[in-house]
């Protein structure tokens, strides 16, 4: 029976943990986190109303 080749899995996980690590860099560098890229955009109407809590107080 064949022994499992340890260092050859070992190497595989650091190759993809720096990848891994990469993409963050690259991810950083570009000022766009990916969760922007995915959502979806506000309904209409909403995207021009400003939150509740930054509006002025009326007296």
Do not use: F, V
Request: glycine share 4%; aromatic share 4%; proline share 14%.
């Amino acid at each position: 029976m064949a022994t499992p080749n340890y260092s050859y899995e070992k190497r595989q996980r650091e190759l993809a943990k720096k990848r891994k690590a990469e993409e963050k860099r690259q991810r950083k560098l570009s000022g766009k986190p990916d969760a922007a890229d995915t959502a979806e955009p506000p309904p209409e109407g909403e995207a021009d109303a400003p939150p509740a809590d930054a509006a002025e107080p009326q007296t």
